[in-house]
């Protein structure tokens, strides 16, 4: 394996230049609509919309999570640009972590949004009985599980007193994609991507497309039912199939790539090909998984009924009083 490695060594100065530079660009074009986009969302959600079921409470905690990890864009973009970090490890671990924290509360949000709808329309009376608190509860829940499952990534970091070794700079400077990781046991790595994949993507995954499909079952059976019935299910549909399409699009690349990153970081993949391939395209697949933020508020405006007359209201309040000024 030593000689693999050695054979696999090639000049990535250029590429880690032009990494830089793709990541201060797409963090700068993320910042203002992902700001903007996700202030708005969370006052109408919060303040104007009197319904707090129907999956309302999920769409709040997933725009609190976008919310978060925009304002950790600006230091982000502050290294990328400048090279340096003079803010400490312990800031630099923490906006690491949210971006990973946001990315699973994210998946796992849509699966609940997914999954709820599914069930309030398979099971009307569930809808009826159904109060604010359990979607509390279950936010709650989802938070302190994600936070946990979270942790790995920045367990996996190398202490502080390791440096980079394709790193030029001193070991305080060094931040995000430069931090070092951890090598760890064949034995260990294995559980813990299986870990990874299955509660990261493919179970969620799974249950959204099982919505999906419980709901477009649904949709057939009630032709023959009232036209109340009919709407509720296409609105239903429309929703998971909007969660379902940016589910694929956001976070499937990230955790397709995600399993051969693992293992060309920690040695087990030595083709030089392989490898060249999958650690070029993991910061193109965090990038994509990044748009969510910017994404998921116009799944709020197109598929939240309250919020677009809402906003639509608020528009039209914002013309006459523009035109009788």
Known sequence: MTANMSECQYDDTVWNQRLD????YFYLLLLIPGLL???????????????????????????????????SLPLRVYYYFTHTWPFGRGVCLFCFYLKYLNMYAAIVFLMCISMQRCIFLQKPFTARRWRRRYDLLISFVV???????????????SSSGELNATSTQ???????KDLPMRHTSLSLTIPMLVFAEACGFLIPLACIAYSTLRISWSLKESQTHDQNSLNSSRRALRMVLSCFALFLFCFAPYHLNFALYMMVKQDIVTNCEVRKAVLQFHPVSLCIAGLSCCV?????????????????????????????E
């Open 296 to 324: 998921n508020p116009i799944l709020y405006y197109f598929l939240t009924t309250e919020f677009r007359m809402h906003l639509k209201r608020r528009t039209r309040l914002m013309s006459t009083s523009s035109y009788r």
């Open 143 to 157: 938070w302190v599980t994600v936070g946990l499952a979270c942790s790995p990534f920045i367990l996996m970091r």
């Open 21 to 24: 530079k793709m990541y201060t």
């Open 37 to 71: 986009l996700n202030t708005i969302a969370l006052w109408v959600l919060c303040r104007h919309i009197s319904k707090k079921t129907k999956a309302v409470i999920f769409m709040i905690n997933l725009a609190f999570a976008d919310l978060a990890h925009i304002l």
């Open 170 to 176: 001193q070991p305080s400077v060094g931040c995000f």
